[in-house]
């Protein structure tokens, strides 16, 4: 027997979970189907923390997006056991011409959102942890702080759960297909029909849809983890968040948070790209060592011993931004994919636009600088 459903979500990581939670509680019948565990650390959803910061210095274009996103993820906390969003600050610091620096004071003062520019000994005035150049400056944002990841998942999935939804995982999708009556999901497993089908397949997309491929390239990422040297200066009461654009690179870190170390990560670590079953799922010296000088030179209470490593993707578009849209070719096709290493923070708000797209055919939301027709017109001869 062929299962019926009004929609398919393939994909159940952050982004899936979401859009699921938020189909179910509109009373959709909704499948979700996962090729992992849910949920798993082959993603872009894992790590324990995530940063959400609403000084977007990427684009002041987010802010709006990442405000509801915070509205709807201390929906989603409201009543857990443990919390999923810890509001511990976030900074954004280089050099003051740095174009990090510059636009998360642009995005907060286009927006009015509450922040403070401190020096770099200002900063390590208010929280040890920092090391940071006289000279430089941050912007100081105290709605800021982390998810965590896996939880936020789970959290999603279970109000998934509670509204009906069924949840598959370890079930791999070989085709699917588009027609004017609907889809047609053919998995490992078995075979589905719905009225609409959702891909957030994170790094797997481009294998999943074809045609926007050379739109979505996976890249290597690593997270290490450190023990501080002075504990009390990494604790998440005195350690915002931070992304850093220092000479070195792109950088970014957290507390210390139910493991022992002081995580950080650069972006675009080392530049690897590939399908994700060819990118190397060990960290290596040379991980290691990259991301350990720049503790050093910047947060040197935080450069202690190793605690670990750990692999993770991006999913990277030509501009950075995300694809949010319906397929060009398929209405019954939306695409959440693309979110470039900076997008889980907006997952709560993004499982809203997929949701809205995928019944009600559009979204009051701020979508238009995310179409994929942007990225389709810069390639065309």
């Not at 000994?121 to 430089?136: C, N, S, V």
């Not at 045609?211 to 023990?227: G, I, N, T």
Request: with cysteine; glycine share 12%; hydrophobic share 35%.
């Amino acid at each position: 027997m062929v299962d019926e459903h009004e929609v398919i979500v393939l994909g159940v990581g952050g982004m899936g979970s979401a859009t699921a939670r938020y189909l179910a509680r509109r009373g959709v019948d909704v499948l979700g189907i996962e090729r992992f565990d849910v949920p798993h650390a082959r993603g872009s959803s894992h790590g324990l923390t995530r940063i959400i910061r609403l000084s977007q210095y990427e684009d002041p274009a987010y802010v709006p997006l990442v405000e509801r996103a915070l509205d709807r993820w201390q929906d989603i906390d409201d009543g857990r056991p443990t919390s999923l969003l810890h509001q511990v600050g976030s900074v954004d610091f280089g050099p003051s011409d740095s174009s990090l620096y510059q636009g998360a004071k642009r995005s907060c003062e286009l927006h009015d959102i509450e922040h403070e520019v401190l020096s770099g000994d200002e900063l390590g005035e208010r929280f040890p942890g920092y090391d940071l150049p006289p000279e430089y400056r941050g912007v100081y944002q105290p709605a800021g702080g982390f998810l965590h990841p896996e939880q936020c998942v789970v959290a999603c999935v279970q109000s998934a759960h509670a509204g009906g939804a069924t949840i598959r995982a370890r079930e791999r999708v070989e085709t699917w297909e588009a027609s004017e009556s609907g889809v047609r999901v053919e998995t490992d497993e078995g075979e589905y029909l719905a009225e609409t089908l959702v891909v957030t397949a994170g790094g797997w997309t481009g294998q999943l849809v074809p045609s926007l491929a050379e739109f979505l390239q996976p890249e290597r990422q690593v997270q290490s983890w450190f023990q501080p040297t002075r504990p009390s200066s990494f604790e998440p009461e005195q350690f915002p968040v931070f992304v850093a654009d220092v000479p070195e690179g792109h950088y970014y870190g957290f507390p210390v948070y139910r493991v022992p170390g002081f995580k950080l990560g650069k972006y675009h670590h080392r530049g690897e790209t590939g399908s994700p079953a060819e990118l190397d799922r060990e960290p290596d010296r040379e991980d290691e060592r990259l991301l350990r000088e720049f503790a050093a030179s910047y947060f040197p209470a935080g450069a202690g011993p190793t605690m670990g490593l750990s692999t993770c993707l991006f999913t990277n578009t030509p501009d950075g931004d995300f694809l949010l849209d319906t397929h060009p070719d398929h209405a019954s096709v939306v695409i959440g994919a693309g979110f470039s290493g900076h997008g889980f923070k907006f997952a709560s708000v993004v499982g809203e636009v997929l949701g809205e797209l995928a019944i009600d055919g559009g979204t009051d939301h701020p979508i238009e600088p995310f179409e994929i027709a942007r990225l389709r017109s810069t390639t065309a001869p």
